[in-house]
Structure formats: structure tokens, C-alpha cells
């Protein structure tokens, strides 16, 4: 039993907080989070060389072929640096969708694609219902001319905006449950009849679109993988952008815990530094506290996901649930601590506030996965 | 990354076990092994003392202790895996535990050959049980502040003063004091480590009552009592060191590990109690907290692996190790607080009752969680020790 990084891994950590200190200070990101990019080409083109955008594709796709523990490792940086732009939706949602479901021909021809930089995917399942698993997908497809009509709409779909290709999850029929009868599609940019809205969103960093499907017609090579049979590979997806979500919560969180000491430390009020204080103190030690077991379930959820996948659903409900609470907690905590200038616009810390409060909601809440949790625990 | 067992861990882990299955007797075990540390009375005492001997024959206790001094030298990792397997098996804390974990590692490091060959071997057989004489009315967070007083007499210390806290000092043979020895010195630099034989004269013990009525703890008062000088550990006058010795064993060990079995239990109860009409299983605000109780334990449970990932691989402490023992006591609060909610008025009745046969072990953890939130560093002084130490905040 080792619960700690192999000499790779730390080596990943420090040339990616290397990276990213370089190429990614909150001056960049507050300049790229006004745009609807949030990007720019250079540091896309950047992160391709670095084999960032194929981390988890196999290598003869391009890709890493690298584990969850790798990309927890590498998240857990990208949330410290707030690093804007559609890393997540292209890589972990869209591509890895297309990893996950599709047939070789079409893993071939997506995910070198989106490993060199060359195309950005991204992927569209969630609906106004607010559920995150199989019965909120209420769209339907239905056949049509030997291949498809899609109708309804999605909400919530992260950078759909900047995809040349969207994964869409739409219901192919009624099956024997809410699982059964999901249907994976590949919809290209500028398909007919699909309308993107970007959201003014409480995180600018990361854009979430409304996407509407009017009677859009795919024809059977849209399909991705086999019909009716989507929301198993979709739930697989899921699970692992949870993990890696949550890690990136955690850098995050680690970053406004170090900015809160040093502001501690510095801080004087009352003739002392405000550190010194017990409210102060503690505040911040819970601080800590909050953090160091979000990590701990979030490495124990990527450990599952790679070698242990009968404990991984828990595993991951479990990191999202706690990890959830404790980056609102920390962010909150870290504004209150530094006093007024905590709420300003030109302190870095709204830039964390506003991940957090995104992050807390993605894929389902504290409470969403509790109840997850406690439905697998009481089995 | 890896939480599945090596296979020599888990060759280990099953050794373990098997020999606990074929050797522990069911008439002693425990459900809440740290709140029923103490023996109530000197017949399960004895009992006790009976089944360490039986251990320590099979090679069972002290495994962590160097084998020279009767132990395996097992590293972190088996010491772990040993009290996991104790505890799953619902085994009594051994009541040489303060010598077992806080005072052998203690002579190992800072004492004589004589006292370590004096003192080691009986820890390990029970013929030797232990109290720690550290705490006084005046000095319990704040320890350094002592003033049990020891004055040079020749070949002896005379020591006059009073403890508190003193847990089992009702069965054990042997105290380890702190002591002032010299009044002028600044507070942390005129503290003595000294050995005390219980029955010599002078030394009297009275009972603490704790408001759940347990009987573990007592007031120590030495009137003139004599010490021989070879009993003194370390050197004169640099006794904190020795204690921070003890204290860093005491903290290690914090954190209890009951949490999930506890847990597990009230999963099963909220399905067959009511809560308004239906079982409360069926209220979501209930799973709620179930989940969360559920969740919390798990985090813990990882912490600690992280920690020990640390001392393993011989890294310094991190932060995890801090976090521990203030987290894990207050979940203990948490779960007896949603226990207390769960389960109503049977959870105010010491007594088994047909819907919670239980029940008695609910009032008692219902009842007894705060201590641990106090006992061993307050929450208050460990989230000082994280603020100073871990994130290098001032002190106050």
C-alpha cells in the first residue's frame, strides 16, 4: 500500500506548475476570460506539446495513453493556475466521449485530431431538468430516412461554442429502463437546424452554452457506437471528468489557502498580524482540514477508476460530494479572511469564488452525490 | 498509487487475523474498544492481563519495538495493518498500552540500559502496567506549566505534588512523571522525566468520576515521596524533550477507528426505525447524513493511509498527521450527534431493548464523544498547531 506519486508523476506536477506559472498568470486568464474563447491559439498550441489535449487517448491515436492518477496530478495544477478555455469540455467530455463510445474508424478520425490541437469537441447531455444521471436525458432522436432526427434542447453544455464537433446524448427509444435507450451522436459544426448560445456565466473562464436541436437530420455514420447503448460509456465519461473535476478543485483550493496565510501573515490589525488571532487561525486550519480530505477521496476516486472499477461509482460520489462543499467552504473562507479587499474584482480571489461556485454544481451537487453515495452504502 | 495490500502486506494482514480468530477469546471483546479502555473492574482486568500474556507469548505485542528489546521490528505499514485487524476483530486495548505505546518507545529512545532491561520485557508480558502522570489541575493544554515539584535529597528525589487525568492510575504499578526540578529556569528547561513506583509511600489515589460514570481517570497526589535517582530518564532538567517524546507516540495513535463500523450500524438501524410514519431510511434528509457520516470516515481513512505513505517513504510529517486526531474526534461528535437524533429516547437508555438491542452502547457513545474532542490536545489547541506549525501563522 502507497498512497503517493511514482518520480513521473512529480516530475508531470513540476513541469506543468512550471508551465502555467509561465504561460498562464491570473493576468492571462482575466484577459482571456472577457473573450469568447477564453483562449488563445498560442497556449492551445502549447498544451498540444506538452500532450496535455491527448493525456488520456491511447498512444496510437496520438494520445499519452496516461491513468486518472496522472490526470489528478495535472488537474490539481490547472486549478491552481484557473486555467481558462475548453481543456475540459474538448479533452475530458467531448474527446474522451468519442474515446469512450466510438467505433474505430471514428476514435480515428477524432482523437488525433483533438490530441494535436487541430479540433476542439465538446459534449451536450445535460438538460433544464437539473438531474445528472440517465432519466434527465428527455431529448429525442428518432429514425428517420435511414438515419436520424434530433429535437429538444441542452443547457448548461460547456464550450459547445468553440466545438467543431458535438457529442450529443439523445433518448433512441424506450427501453426496459432510464438506462437503456440512450443514444451517443456525432454532430458536426454548422449542422442544420442546431443553434449555440453562449451564457453569461458566474465563471468566465469557462463559457456554458444552451445548444437547441431543431429536427436536425444525421444520417447512421452520426451514430456514435451502437444505438440505444449509449449511457454506459456516457456514465464511464462522467465519472472520470468528476474525478478530474474535483482535482482541480483541490489545486485551486491549495492556491487560496496559500494566498490566505500569506495574507495572515502580513495583515496587521490591532497592532498584530491577523494569523495570529484564534478566529483567524482556526478559520484557516479548517481551511486545511477541508482540503486534505477532498484530496485524499479524490486520489482514493482516481485510484478506483484505474484499478479498483467495482468501488469507483462510490469512490467518485464521494470525492464530487465532499469536494463540492469544501471548495465553496475554502473559497468563502479565504474572501472572509482577507477582509474587504477579499470581495474586489482586482483581487485573484473571485477568480477561485466564481470556479468554486461553478465546480459545486457541475455534475451534480454535494447533496446529489450524497444521496448516491448513501444508496450504494445502504445496498 | 496503490491501496490494495503488497502481497507480503497482505500475508501479513491474514497471518493476523487467523491467529485472532483461533486465540481471542469472544467473552472479552469490545464494541468501542477506546471508550472501554480502561477495565471496569479487576476481574476483566485480569482477564485482559491473561490475554496479553497469551499475545506476547505468540510474539503478538510490541511488534513495532526493536527486536532487541522483544519486539519484531515491524515498520509503519505492519503496525497499521495490525491495529486494523484489532480492531475489526473487536479485541480490549491492552492494559499495558501507556507502557506498550507511550512509555517503551520513550525508554527505547532516552533511556539506561538498566532501565530498559527493567522495564521493556514486563511492559510486553503485562507484568508491568503504567500510568501517565502529566497533566495537573493547573497545566492541561498549557503542560509546560507543571509544578509537581522534585527536590534533590541525595540519592533520591523527593517529589511533592499533583496530577490529574491519571488514566488507570487505579491498576498500574508504575508512573511516568513529569516533574519541575529546577523552579528558576524558564519554564520548558526545569522539567524532569522520572519513574515512579506506585506503592511507594506517599503516593495516593483518588477517582474522577466522568459524568458518564466512568471510573478511568484519577487524581495522583505524592507527598514526599522518595525516587531513586536512576529512575530519572534523560537527562536533568531536559525532561520536555522526553515528553515531547511520549507526545509525538500519544498523537501518533489519536483518531480513533471505530468510525466505520459505527456507521455501518446506523445504516442498518435507520432502515428499521421510524421516523414519523415510515422507516427513516425513507427520509432524505436522513440518507443525507448518513452519506455524509459515511463520506467523512472515508476521508479520514485515506488521510491516515497518506500519512503513513509519508513516514514510509521517510518524507517529513506533512499536514496530514495534524489533521487527524482533530477531524476524527470530531466525527466521533458527529456520528453520536446523528445517533442521538436517529435513535430518540433509546438512545438516553443504558439497557438492550428489543427495536436497538444496542442501545446501551448508543447511550454510551451518545454520552462519552466529547471527551475525545478535549483528551490528547483540544480541538482548540490541535487547530493552533495546524495554524502555526503546518501554515506558519503567528502565535497568539
Redesign the interface.
Known sequence: MDIGFTEEQELLRDTARRFFEAECPTKFVRERMATPEAMTDAFWAKLAEQGWLGIVYPEEFGGSGLGMVDVVVLMEEMGRAVMPGPFFASVLLGGAAIGEAGSPAQREHWLPRVAAGGAKAALAWTEPNLRWDAAGIMMTAREAGGGFRLSGSKLFVPDAHLADVLVVAARTRDGASLEDGVSLFLVPKGAGGVSVSVLPTIDETRKLCEVRFEDVALGREALLGEAHQGWAPLARVLDRAIVALCAEMCGGAQRVLDMTAEYAKIRIAFGKPIGSYQGVKHKAADMLVDLENARSLTYYAAWALDEAPQEAPLAVSMAKAYASDAYRKVAGAGIQLHGGIGFTWEHDLQLYFKRARASEVAFGDAAWHRERVARLVGA | ??????LE?AAFRAEFRRWLEQNLPPEICVDDAQDQRVAPDRETLEQRIAWQRRMNAAGWVGIAWPKEYGGRGAGP?QQAIYNEEYARARAPILPAASGLNLLGPTLIHWGTDAQKAQHLPRILNADELWCQGFSEPGAGGDLAGLRTRAVDAGEHFIVNGQKVWTSGAHFADWCFLLVRTDPEAPKHHGISYLLVDMKTPGVEVRPLVLLNGHRHFNEVFFTDVAVPKENLVGPLNQGWKVAITTLMFERSGAGGRDHALQIARL?EL??QLPSRQEPA?ND?HI??Q???L???A???Q??R??S???R??GEPPG??GS?LK??GSELAVRISDFAATLLGPYATIEAETEAVPDAARWFHRVLGARQYTIAGGTS?I???I???R???????
Open positions: 498509487m496503490d491501496f490494495a495490500d503488497s502486506e505499514m445504516f435507520a432502515k431510511w432524505s440518507r443525507q448518513l452519506a455524509q459515511a463520506i467523512d472515508k476521508a479520514l485515506v488521510t493511509l497518506r503513513l505513505t509519508r514510509l517513504r499536514p496530514e489533521i482533530l477531524f482548540e490541535q487547530r493552533n495546524i495554524g502555526e503546518v501554515l506558519g501563522l503567528p502565535k497568539g
